[in-house]
């Protein structure tokens, strides 16, 4: 997809390999606007393998330089926060950049309408 470049490049699932990427998405300027926070995070899902070292995240294009960039794990936590004009697919490679995983931000609720139409 033109307008998702990230969609289906991750896997497709946001769940793999005892990882998770996750999201919440919170209105940035009010209901009326499609700007929107989201706090992206990656964890691990199995208590034996806690998500140790940085994960690389990949974002829409239109971020420009930080279009993908790498966030130290803290607290078994990869985490952090953007603010977005419109849902796209996030990527995230945690272990080494040896597991994909993708978030399409439509299926998240929490955003504005107009976050979702663009």
Partial sequence: LESDPNKGKFGGSSTSNGRILEARIVPAAGPRSAACKVTISVRSTDPSRPLRGEV???????????????????????????????????????????????????DVPGGTEKFYSR
């Fill in 56 to 106: 690389r995240f990949h974002l829409h294009p239109t971020f420009g330089k930080w279009t993908q960039y790498v966030v130290p794990v803290v607290g078994g936590i990869a985490q952090d926060v953007i603010t977005a004009w419109g849902a796209f697919t996030i990527g995230a490679q945690p272990d080494g950049e040896k597991t994909p995983l993708e978030l399409d931000l439509v």
